[in-house]
C-alpha cells in the first residue's frame, strides 16, 4: 500500500486523508498545533465544493453546523446604522452554498477520516529523497519513511519551504493586512455582521447562530510586512496605528486586544507557483494556491484541490509524475479563475475614500426600491458563483459514489 505523508491537518490536509483513504492510499497526517483548533473564522463552500462534500456524505453534518447569519449593518463612526444588506448577499452566498466555522469544517472532515493517523504538535523538518520514497524528519517523532509527501500545511508551508525554497519566491501580497481575534460577546449581534468602513479601512465584529463569543475582523490598506505570528505586542501595535482616530467601538475593540486569545494578523496574500510538485512532493491547498480570504474561496479550492489530487494519484497507479501532472492540468484554470475573484473583492471590502462609502451605502439603501433590483443582485454574485463551478470533478471511486 502507498504510504503518504500529509503535513497539516486543516481543510485540505483531512479532505485529502479522505479521499486518499477511500482510494486504497494509506495516508498518516501530521498538524503542528498541540490539539485540534475549535472555531476560527467563518468560510464558505461553494460551487464544486459542493459536490465534494457530497461525495462525502457529508452535506448534512456541514449544513448542520451553518453559521445562520442572517444580515449585514453598516455602521457610521457613531454607530449609527448606513444600510442593510442580507447576508447572504453581502458574502456573495448563492443556491445551496454554505457558511460554516472553519474550526466545525475541520472537525467533521477529521472525524470522517476514521482510523487515519493524525499526529498533533509535531512537524517535519527536513525530507530527503530515496531511490523509492522520501525519508521524513519531524520535529518530535520518529524519523519516517513514506512513497509521497503532500504540503497541506497552509499559506506559509514548510513542505513548500523544504521542497521548493523560501516562501518570498512565492507569495504575491496584495497590499491589504487581515486580523482576526475572539472578542466578548457583547461586542456582537447575534447572526449579524456589524461593519464599520472608513477609508482604507474597515472593521466588522460578527457573532454566529448560538456562539458564546464574537470574532472582530480587522481589514486595511497596508505596504508593511507582518510582524512575526508570535509577535502579539507587534501585531496589536501595527492594528492600533492603523485605526488611530477610529470611530464607532473600534477604541474598545483594540482595547479588548491583549485579552483575545486567538489574535491573529497577517498579510493578505495569495500562493502562486509554477509548478505544485518536485519529485515525491505535492503540495495542496493555501500551500500550493492560497487564493487569500479577499477571495472568499480558499476553502472551496482545499476540497477541490484535495479531491483531484486523490483521484489523479489513484489513477496513476500512486506514480507521482503522472500523478501529479494530471492533478496540475485540471486544477490549474479553476485555481486561476478564483485566485482573479480577490483583487475585485478587495476593492469592495476597504474602500479608498469617504466619498466611495458613502455612495456605496447610498445604493444599499436604494437598491431595494431599484428596478431590475434582481438582475443587479445576480451580477454581483455571477463572477464567484461562475468562478465555484470552474472544473470538470472527475468521477468518484465506486465506493465512495
Ligand atoms: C482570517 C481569514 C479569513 C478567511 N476567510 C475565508 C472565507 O471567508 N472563505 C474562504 O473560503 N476562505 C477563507 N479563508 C481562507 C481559508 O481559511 C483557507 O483558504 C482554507 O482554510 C485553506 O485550507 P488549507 O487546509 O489549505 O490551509 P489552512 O487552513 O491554513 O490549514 C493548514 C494547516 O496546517 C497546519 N500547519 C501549518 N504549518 C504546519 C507544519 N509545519 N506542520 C504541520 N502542520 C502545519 C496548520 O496548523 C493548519 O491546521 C480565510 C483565511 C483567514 C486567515
Not at 9 to 32: I, M, S
Not at 239 to 260: K, M, T, Y
Not at 366 to 371: D, G, Q, S
Amino acid at each position: 500500500m502507498t504510504d503518504v505523508l500529509i503535513s497539516g491537518g486543516g481543510v485540505a490536509g483531512c479532505a485529502l486523508a479522505w479521499w486518499l483513504r477511500h482510494r486504497g492510499f494509506r495516508p498518516t497526517v501530521v498538524e503542528r498545533a498541540a490539539a485540534p483548533r475549535d472555531g476560527g473564522y467563518k468560510v464558505d463552500v461553494r460551487g464544486a465544493a459542493l459536490t465534494v462534500l457530497d461525495r462525502m456524505g457529508l452535506t448534512g453534518s456541514v449544513r448542520a453546523h451553518d453559521t445562520g447569519m442572517r444580515l449585514a449593518r453598516f455602521l457610521d463612526r457613531r454607530g449609527r446604522q448606513l444600510a442593510t444588506m442580507d447576508a447572504a448577499l453581502f458574502g456573495g452566498r448563492t443556491g445551496g452554498d454554505v457558511e460554516i466555522m472553519r474550526g466545525d469544517l475541520t472537525r467533521i472532515l477529521r472525524a470522517a477520516t476514521g482510523d487515519v493517523e493524525h499526529r498533533f504538535d509535531d512537524s517535519v523538518t527536513a525530507l530527503r529523497p530515496t531511490a523509492d520514497g522520501m525519508d521524513v524528519t519531524f520535529a518530535r517523532g520518529a524519523h519516517r519513511r513514506f512513497d509521497l509527501v503532500i504540503g497541506a500545511d497552509g499559506l506559509h508551508s514548510t513542505v513548500r519551504r523544504l521542497a521548493f525554497g523560501p516562501e518570498s519566491a512565492y507569495l504575491r501580497p496584495l497590499g491589504h493586512h487581515i486580523a482576526i481575534c475572539t472578542v466578548p460577546s457583547g461586542f456582537g449581534e447575534e447572526r449579524v455582521e456589524l461593519l464599520h468602513p472608513a477609508p482604507g479601512r474597515t472593521v466588522g465584529v460578527y457573532r454566529t447562530a448560538g456562539a458564546p463569543d464574537a470574532r472582530a475582523l480587522f481589514l486595511f490598506r497596508s505596504p508593511a510586512e507582518a510582524p512575526d505570528q508570535g509577535d502579539a505586542a507587534g501585531q496589536r501595535a501595527l492594528l492600533g496605528r492603523a485605526f488611530a482616530g477610529s470611530g464607532w467601538r473600534v477604541p474598545e475593540l483594540l482595547a479588548a486586544l491583549p485579552d483575545a486569545p486567538d489574535l491573529y494578523l497577517d498579510a493578505m496574500s495569495q500562493v502562486r507557483m509554477e509548478r505544485w510538485s518536485s519529485g515525491r512532493v505535492g503540495l495542496v491547498g493555501d500551500a500550493a494556491y492560497a487564493a487569500s480570504p479577499a477571495s472568499g474561496q480558499g476553502t472551496s479550492l482545499g476540497l477541490v484541490g484535495a479531491y483531484v489530487l486523490a483521484a489523479a494519484l489513484a489513477e496513476a497507479g500512486g506514480q507521482p509524475a503522472a500523478g501529479f501532472a494530471a492533478y496540475e492540468q485540471r486544477m490549474r484554470p479553476f485555481v486561476a479563475a478564483n485566485q482573479a475573484l480577490a483583487e475585485r473583492n478587495l476593492k469592495g471590502m476597504v474602500l479608498g475614500s469617504a466619498t466611495q462609502i458613502r455612495f456605496q451605502t447610498s445604493m444599499l439603501r436604494l437598491l431595494p426600491r431599484l428596478p431590475g433590483r434582481e438582475r443587479m443582485v445576480s451580477r454581483v454574485a455571477e463572477p464567484i458563483r461562475r468562478a465555484s463551478d470552474a472544473i470538470t470533478l472527475p468521477d468518484p471511486p465506486a465506493r465512495a459514489a
